[in-house]
């Protein structure tokens, strides 16, 4: 879906402003060190891929809710869609490639009006582990989302959803008002067809991000309080939490600013830095697919338009030899997948 040259310029003028933030800093007393020599430091750097595992597609930038940490900036105004033709493309690489996971999110991936066309096709074309980053909150939508539970079941899709907190407050707070309540009856609508149950195969994991500009606590301690509590309190039942970082970039790096937390925030994660979540961070295993079609070592790249450093850089053009050989873009968001135990899309890495 074409944008206005308006909406084109406003996002590129964004993203140069980020990247601008990100590289020289606000720092009072000092820039801080570029996580290429922090990771130099541990002889890290270059940072490389490794075998190719994930193929992890953004289906658009529209979404029902507009969350304050959002680090893609979605939103029910967003018009960015992908095309089916981009989807074909997507498909043809499906077929050979050695990635053995689809990874569909957004916005709400659910949105995209060909979602269901590209599941039921790329099941056809052999994956066999599907994952949707969902919200939740887009099942109880509109009644045309009121079958994604079983959808989700007959392709045994692992459900990975957003759930800032056990409590009312504290997930209306981050995601908007009535998104709990919406988010428990999805969550019990999960449970009704199976998923999420002990012993089920139908996985559904929930996602924790700080309300705040601060680091996760402990991913086993923050499951056993959310698993405790959903129980006792809805009968809700999940199999597991990841809490993951929130990194400076998008909505949460001009939260950041706005409260005077950034030069804080990013002290943090230089402090909290753990060299051994660097042998595991996302990038390695996957590629990122924009709404448009273009290669991104990973979706917070996408996001600050960091393509990746590789004659291959969209879809159509495809090889994962040539992209295997490459070195992957990094900045100073990179400080937050490797502040701590470490944060991915699939929670802690170290």
Not at 140 to 160: E, M, S
Not at 249 to 269: P, V
Request: glycine content about 6%.
């Amino acid at each position: 879906m074409k944008k206005s040259l308006k909406a084109r310029n406003n996002d590129i003028a964004n993203t140069s402003r980020q990247l601008e933030i990100l590289s020289k800093g606000i720092f009072a007393d000092g820039e801080l060190p570029t996580f290429a020599a922090k990771i130099s430091t541990t002889n890290q750097f270059p940072l490389r891929p490794k075998k190719l595992e994930v193929l992890q597609i953004n289906l658009g930038y529209m979404c029902n809710q507009v969350c304050e940490h959002c680090h893609v900036d979605a939103g029910p105004d967003r018009k960015e869609i992908m095309t089916i033709e981009t989807m074909q493309q997507c498909l043809e690489v499906i077929k050979k490639t050695e990635a053995h996971t689809l990874d569909l999110t957004g916005g709400a991936p659910e949105m995209n009006p060909n979602f269901k066309w590209f599941v039921e096709e790329a099941s056809k074309a052999g994956i066999k582990d599907f994952i949707v980053r969902s919200n939740l909150t887009i099942i109880r939508a509109n009644k045309k989302y009121y079958d994604l539970p079983q959808f989700f079941k007959k392709y045994n899709i692992h459900v990975v959803s957003s759930m800032p907190h056990w409590t009312r407050g504290k997930t209306d707070k981050q995601r908007g008002e009535g998104v709990f309540d919406k988010s428990i009856k999805a969550l019990r609508e999960l449970n009704a067809v199976g998923y999420g149950i002990e012993g089920s195969s139908l996985k559904l994991d929930l996602v924790y991000n700080p309300s705040g500009a601060f680091l996760p606590g402990d991913q086993m301690g923050l499951e056993r309080d959310f698993k405790k509590a959903l129980k006792e309190d809805f009968n809700i039942d999940f199999h597991n939490l990841f809490a993951i970082t929130n990194l400076p970039i998008s909505r949460f790096l001009d939260y950041l600013i706005a409260s005077e937390n950034y030069e804080d925030y990013m002290y943090a994660l230089v402090d909290a830095y753990n060299p051994a979540a660097v042998e595991n961070v996302m990038c390695t295993n996957t590629i990122s697919v924009s709404w448009d079609g273009w290669l991104y070592d990973c979706d917070f790249n996408q996001m600050l338009n960091l393509k990746v450093a590789s004659k291959v850089k969209h879809i159509a053009n495809y090889n994962e030899e040539l992209l295997q050989n490459r070195n992957i873009i990094i900045n100073q968001h990179c400080y937050g997948c490797t502040a701590g135990a470490g944060s991915s899309c699939q929670g802690t890495v170290a």
